[in-house]
């Protein structure tokens, strides 16, 4: 294997991860927010619908966020099946995805 191989080996490694990441803390920012939304309602002043069409919202970005990271997951997949092909695992372990981590293509979301 090329030292050019190698280094695209590593770098794509470290941004798919970082992407990743990004994905799951956008999730748990997204969490955090419907959590504070809800009790921002709880409060006796506010009427039980304010904020509905905002919460639908945030849950259609939820939903967004989701396919989001399932569809990392399969970039992942093929990048790593490229690479047992092409540049061969860097350190002998090839990444592994559940079937249960990626919805089907099938299944998508709208």
């Known amino acids: 294997m090329t030292d ?5 080996a590593y770098n794509l490694k470290k941004l798919i991860r ?3 990441g990004l994905a799951d803390e956008s999730m748990l920012a997204f ?3 419907r959590q504070a939304m809800i009790a921002a309602r709880q409060n006796p002043e ?3 619908n304010t904020g509905q069409r905002a919460l ?3 849950s259609q970005a939820e939903q967004q966020a989701m ?6 997951l399969r970039v992942h997949e093929e990048l790593s099946e490229i690479a047992g ?3 061969r695992s860097d350190d002998g ?7 249960s981590a990626v919805i089907p293509d099938t299944q998508e979301f709208a």
Not at 4 to 8: E, H, P, Q, S, V
Not at 67 to 72: A, D, H, R, W, Y
């Open 85 to 87: 092909e092409v540049a």
């Open 18 to 20: 970082e992407a990743e």
């Open 31 to 33: 969490a955090k927010l």
């Open 4 to 8: 050019r191989i190698l280094a695209d």
């Open 93 to 99: 372990v090839a990444t592994e995805t559940a079937p």
């Open 67 to 72: 396919s989001m990271s399932t569809n990392l």
């Open 56 to 58: 639908m919202r945030l």
């Open 46 to 48: 506010v009427e039980v």
